[in-house]
């Protein structure tokens, strides 16, 4: 019994060493630039405080919002529905409506059935699933990625173990697009590359090319075979039209491109916290399709399953009714004409001030973002002196700019960039 005891207090000993050493080594992670802001945000108990950093929607009281859509949808889905699961590839009915924002109400693409479509969530799962399908069946593939990006793409590539390159984008001199810059790169890359194009309103510059541009971006993207992968987070909410907004991916569709396009809900109608997406790849014909969207779903299978059913009907709800449709477009259109009112708010404040900079990209850019220009050490100062909380790129969220802080954050931006 002594012999037992003793033997057992030696492997009890060593299971608890070994036990507590399986985590040891891990340390914690880096904060998420974004989502650290909102954290810092929070903490701070100045009532001058501003959050011009979150990636979301709000009205001109500084609020979260829900759309009258939205809330008129959940009326009509509660208690009509079971809780069972959706198929792998999600809502059959959302996933129809979704495609007909993206490749056109009456799209001959989507008669043809050549899209493969499935329910993500939201647009950064649709990037994933994607960058994971592009691993799997082209394993010797890169990925373009534009300088800069939304900070989350370059994580989702590379955690999909995809190499990524990167292509010109941003001109830091003109606050605008280096279109020069970029279409060399697209012309250097190997023929057959995989880039990735933000459809409308780029995060984080606000900026994107003109329609000209788009096309001979297309011709080019034509001449060397790469593939277009939009990532489309903000179809309405940029211009306030959405078929205004899908005028990049339409251009390329008429090249006859193949594409892959993520979409999301998140913006266009405030569905942030559903996670409610779509991903569609265009294929050469019908039987194509039916292969690479079981493939898809396949790959979604042991990330997540299937994916939500709540914010699938909100949308389906909404999009397949003519007049809750209308509604949308219509509240759409006022968010979107509020971000743009803020911006002029903002440019103008800023000129009256005085300011020896120039700020004409602040109404020339479009989309929830304005890149300020602003160095990472004008932005510290922002914090610290001012409590107002950004990234430290000088990415503006215009969704946090309203008329009643509008005048305080120009007054302060005008503070830390005089001197420059």
């Not at 992670?29 to 405080?49: R, W, Y």
């Not at 069946?137 to 190499?163: C, E, G, K, L, M």
């Not at 803020?342 to 850019?365: D, F, V, Y």
Request: charged share 25%; glycine share 8%; aromatic share 8%.
């Amino acid at each position: 019994m002594a012999l037992r005891n003793t033997i057992s207090g030696r492997i009890s000993g060593r299971g608890r060493r070994s036990m507590s050493s399986w985590w040891g080594s891990v340390e914690p992670a880096p904060k998420d630039p974004i989502l650290g802001v909102t954290e810092a945000f929070l903490a701070d108990p100045s009532p001058h405080k501003v959050n011009v950093g979150v990636g979301a929607y709000r009205d001109d009281n500084g609020k979260p919002v829900v759309l009258q859509c939205v809330r008129e949808a959940e009326r009509r889905i509660a208690g009509h529905s079971n809780m069972e699961y959706l198929p792998m590839g999600g809502s059959v009915k959302m996933i129809e409506e979704t495609l007909k924002l993206a490749y056109g109400e009456n799209s001959e693409l989507i008669k043809d059935k050549r899209i493969a479509a499935v329910q993500s969530l939201s647009g950064t799962g649709a990037c994933r699933l994607f960058a994971d399908f592009q691993k799997r069946f082209r394993p010797d593939s890169q990925i373009y990625i534009p300088v800069p990006t939304w900070s989350n793409h370059h994580n989702i590539w590379r955690d999909a173990q995809v190499p990524q390159r990167t292509f010109h984008y941003y001109h830091p001199e003109s606050k605008g697009l280096d279109f020069a810059g970029m279409m060399d790169d697209i012309r250097n890359a190997p023929s057959g590359s995989f880039f990735l194009l933000h459809a409308c309103a780029h995060n984080p510059t606000g900026v994107d090319p003109s329609e000209e541009q788009w096309k001979e971006i297309s011709y080019q993207f034509k001449v060397k075979g790469h593939f277009p992968f939009f990532d489309m987070a903000y179809q309405g909410f940029a211009s306030g039209d959405p078929e205004r907004d899908a005028k990049s991916i339409r251009i390329f569709l008429e090249d006859g491109h193949l594409i892959g396009i993520a979409q999301s809900y998140a913006k266009n109608m405030g569905l942030y916290g559903q996670r409610v997406g779509c991903l569609s790849v265009l294929c050469e014909d019908e039987k194509q399709a039916v292969a690479v969207k079981s493939q898809l779903q396949q790959l979604a299978r042991p990330m997540y399953s299937n994916p939500p059913v709540h914010g699938a009907l909100i949308v389906s709800t909404i999009l397949g009714d003519p007049d809750l449709k209308k509604l949308w477009l219509k509240e759409v259109k006022v968010m979107a004409d509020r971000i743009i009112g803020m911006r002029t708010a903002l440019r103008e404040n800023l000129e009256k001030l005085g300011s020896p900079l120039l700020w004409e990209h602040i109404t020339k850019q479009i989309g929830m973002f304005c890149y300020s220009g602003m160095t990472p050490e004008q932005v510290d100062r922002l914090t610290d002196e001012f409590h107002i909380y950004m990234t430290r790129n000088g990415r503006i969220s215009m969704a946090g700019v309203t008329t009643g802080n509008v005048g305080y954050l120009a007054n302060a931006i005008h503070e830390v960039t005089k001197s420059a």
